[in-house]
């Protein structure tokens, strides 16, 4: 029995359809979203689209599965055939002899406090440094690298600014609390980045620190102590200049914002988030709270060179 008044909103398949449905809805590609109210002519027209509906919500549930599953059984992540393979650290905090060793690759990114607590650890982490085995190294300033010494020190190697290292574009903004220097740098970020590299994170961006942990904090716990309070402590300077280059990309639809942006400073922000099409990744290596031991290793991961945008986090 035909049903005129019966209407839906949503995906339709046009091949499911009989020549009898309305030209409009006929039209409508496989699998393409409608925006406007259109009147089946049978009931049996509905059961088919729907019932195409459930097969492709069925298809994508079974696609995320088989990736938890690869996920859970640490299956490794497919490797890029063009890439640039980064080694991040950040927050050693005068441990950096504690790495066992550095893994392979082609960059190698400090994102600052490489400083102890002792202050007397300048020398012995520049030599370490230089040992290291890569095509290119950067290193940071955070806010524990006091005075020019630092930057006369390492050379070309103190990023402040823009860069290229091989095929990859990089912007380096050292440690500078939120006022007219950050805002300073934080303007001349340039579009298309592959890598964005600071100490601080961006306000919520990975940034929830423990207040008062610094004296109190054991290296082995990792929840806070009772009666401890959490904040946000990042940078809102810094991520008032990347939400501009977000919404200029959605404006413009095409990528401006950075692929990737690494930083450390927040040890209790520790991970991996996504938005924006940017990659945030804090890799600090130290224990929550104040600095006792390296708890973290490195973060390696692959950037596409060859225009694709891929990014892949190898180990982290």
Request: glycine share 8%.
């Amino acid at each position: 029995m035909d049903h005129p008044d019966r209407s839906v909103r949503g995906p339709v398949v046009a091949a499911a359809l009989p020549a009898s449905a309305p030209r409009a809805l006929r039209r409508c590609r496989a699998g393409a979203f409608c925006t406007k109210r259109l009147h089946l002519p049978s009931a049996a027209s509905g059961v088919a689209v729907f019932a195409a509906t459930g097969r492709r919500v069925a298809r994508r549930r079974a696609r995320r599965a088989a990736t938890v599953r690869e996920e859970a059984q640490g299956a490794a992540p497919a490797e890029l055939s063009h890439a640039t393979r980064v080694v991040a650290i950040s927050d050693t905090h005068g441990f950096h002899r504690r790495f066992p060793r550095l893994p392979e690759g082609d960059l190698l990114i400090h994102c600052g406090d490489a400083q102890g607590n002792s202050g007397s650890d300048l020398a012995d982490f520049v030599e370490w440094f230089r040992q290291q085995d890569f095509k290119h190294k950067i290193f940071v300033r955070g806010n524990h690298e006091k005075g020019r010494e630092w930057k006369d020190r390492l050379g070309a190697v103190y990023l402040r600014g823009a860069t290229h290292c091989g095929k990859l574009k990089l912007f380096g903004i050292p440690y500078q609390p939120d006022g007219f220097m950050q805002m300073a740098y934080s303007k001349q970020i340039p579009e298309q980045l592959d890598l964005l590299v600071t100490h601080e994170p961006p306000h919520k961006m990975l940034d929830y620190a423990w207040a008062s942990s610094r004296s109190l904090c054991s290296p082995t716990t990792s929840p806070p102590m009772e009666g401890f309070r959490q904040e946000h402590i990042g940078s809102k300077t810094l991520k008032s200049a990347l939400g501009r280059l977000a919404h200029k990309s959605r404006t413009n639809k095409r990528r401006l914002s950075p692929r990737v942006h690494l930083f450390g400073h927040v040890h209790e922000g520790r991970g991996k988030l996504e938005k924006n099409g940017t990659l945030f990744l804090n890799v600090s290596n130290a224990n929550p709270g104040m600095a006792r031991t390296l708890q973290h290793p490195c973060v390696v991961l692959d950037i596409a060179t060859d225009g694709s945008g891929d990014v892949r986090v190898v180990s982290m």
